[in-house]
């Protein structure tokens, strides 16, 4: 049974950090794309990040360039997102998601979801 599982959300300052992860299960991440999603609010789902599994390659939304990292350990099966710098407009339940091999903009394209981790940034 395939299963995502995030953790890591929680409250945090502004300008402060926390590290997103996102455990599979049920399947290896070795030919998998991972994505982060988030959505806040009153607002439309917008992918965060991914990072493609052929090669590595990771793309990130343009407000997060610079201060979010994606990362994976396939020995973990285990993808990390790395936030930094966080703002308040960072707040949202954020959730990763897999599809095979390459990363897409399109949710829609995403076959497994995880529950969520809600990330709250406030003083």
């Known amino acids: 049974q395939v299963q995502l599982v995030e953790s890591g959300g929680g409250l945090v300052q502004p300008g402060g950090s926390l590290r997103l992860s996102c455990a599979a299960s049920?399947?290896?991440?070795?030919?998998?794309?991972i994505g982060w999603f988030r959505q806040a609010p009153g607002k439309e789902r917008e992918g965060v990040s991914c990072i493609s599994s052929s090669d590595g390659s990771t793309y990130y939304a343009d407000s997060v360039k610079g201060r979010f990292t994606i990362s994976r350990d396939n020995a973990k099966n285990t993808v990390y997102l790395q936030m930094n710098s966080l703002k308040p407009e960072d707040t949202a339940d954020y959730y990763c998601a897999t599809r095979y091999l390459r990363c897409t903009a399109v949710a829609g394209r995403f076959d497994y979801w995880g529950q969520g981790t809600q990330v709250t940034v406030s003083s």
């Open positions: 049920g399947f290896t991440l070795d030919y998998y794309a």
